[in-house]
T-cell receptor, first 111, second 114 residues
Framework: GQQVMQIPQYQHVQEGEDFTTYCNSS?????IQWYKQRPGGHPVFLIQ?????EVKKQKRLTFQFGEAKKNSSLHITATQTTDVGTYFC???????????FGTGTRLTVIP | DAGVIQSPRHEVTEMGQEVTLRCKPI?????LFWYRQTMMRGLELLIY????????DSGMPEDRFSAKMPNASFSTLKIQPSEPRDSAVYFC????????????FGQGTRLTVV
């Protein structure tokens, strides 16, 4: 079955350092979405990537979809304490009506 | 808009009891999703409705789980009978346009089955 893995599982950074989380799928994905969940909160949609090799930016966040559409990454430049939370990717195979979430990367930012 | 509204926020029940979780999607959204989140299994999509019709329920763990959407503004997720392993946070989310549009999540219902 389809699996979506994320690494690392946890990341502690000093405020101002960069952060990257990687999402890898066992199968080719049709699309990929990224979510952020603050501690005790609910997932919040960040972005969706559709095209092979696509790169999108949101202020300090850069999202990338791999050429083979089997992996994706989220990079945060100069982290801030407001970036604390768990970042999830979610994807599915073409034509499938399900959505598989990655295992998540929990980011801690040390002031 | 108030966003996706779930009730109750917390539920503690005894094993074997029936549990009903409720969700009111954002007005105008035509897709509704039920998710379950646990430490062990992460975030899982249980069932997905489009225009009140269940599109995919392959994530529903077993027959003890059922979901309904009688109209565009209300959905329920029922567990009968409940078991301790059902303890989790259950999220409802809605979107306009299906799985591949921005989904808005509710605050979740934290279910504890003792």
């Amino acid at each position: 079955g389809q699996q979506v893995m994320q690494i690392p599982q946890y990341q502690h950074v000093q405020e101002g350092e960069d952060f990257t989380t990687y999402c890898n799928s066992s199968t080719t994905l049709s699309n990929i979405q990224w979510y952020k969940q603050r501690p005790g909160g609910h997932p919040v949609f960040l972005i969706q990537l559709v095209k092979s090799g696509e790169v999108k930016k949101q202020k300090r966040l850069t999202f990338q979809f791999g050429e083979a559409k089997k992996n994706s990454s989220l990079h945060i430049t100069a982290t801030q304490t407001t970036d604390v939370g768990t970042y999830f990717c979610a994807g599915n195979e073409a034509g499938a009506n399900n959505l598989f979430f990655g295992t998540g990367t929990r980011l801690t930012v040390i002031p | 808009d108030a966003g996706v509204i779930q009730s109750p926020r917390h539920e503690v029940t005894e094993m074997g009891q029936e549990v009903t979780l409720r969700c009111k999607p954002i007005s105008g959204h035509n897709s509704l999703f039920w998710y379950r989140q646990t430490m062990m299994r992460g975030l899982e999509l249980l069932i997905y409705f489009n225009n009140n019709v269940p599109i995919d329920d392959s994530g529903m763990p077993e027959d003890r789980f059922s979901a309904k959407m009688p109209n565009a503004s209300f959905s329920t997720l029922k567990i009968q009978p409940s078991e301790p392993r059902d303890s989790a946070v259950y999220f409802c989310a809605s979107s306009y346009g299906g799985l591949w549009t921005e989904a808005f999540f509710g605050q979740g219902t934290r279910l504890t089955v003792v």
